[in-house]
């Protein structure tokens, strides 16, 4: 068991983003639910792995990253279903921002591990919550989100950018799916 289990929930959880402007209101909210009920049961399961049981092997610790992204993903979505923002956007959004302080805590400790194609969890949760962040902003009209937001886009580049070149390495090296790496 390992974060990668949220990848189906946040497709779920994504279907407003595009599902509210085309007009499926009804299957965006049905989604979209779905997605929030298995991210709270798989969050538990996931919790409870990471406090009680051995650590995650160091291959798969960067899907730790996947953690932030159905709380911001939700938050966005949430966004195209409500017109305003209300108390529910603000405790999905302040709960991935807590998970992406949480896990920057922890930088050290990512920065010190080999690279894998997991690195590739980086990626995607911090795209979420960078826009997360921009929709914050658009919608309370407080600067701070603005700077996070852009701050957290440069960051997200710059870690592309990184992903990029560590990957396109270790495709000439011969290093990409070979077992154990």
Known sequence: MNPAWFIPAVGNVLV???????????VSWFFFSIGMLFWVMLMTIILYRVLFHDPIDERLMPTLFILIAPPAVGFIAYSRLVPELDAFGR????????LTLLLFTQAARFLKLRFFLSWW??????AAISIASLVMFERSGNDLYRYLGLGLLTLLTGIILILLTRTANAVR????CVPGH
């Open 91 to 98: 405790i999905l959004y302040y709960a991935g921002l807590f």
């Open 173 to 176: 090296q011969g290093g990409i």
């Open 16 to 26: 407003p983003v595009a599902g509210v402007p085309l007009g499926y209101i009804d």
């Open 121 to 126: 969890a980086y990626s995607f949760p911090l």
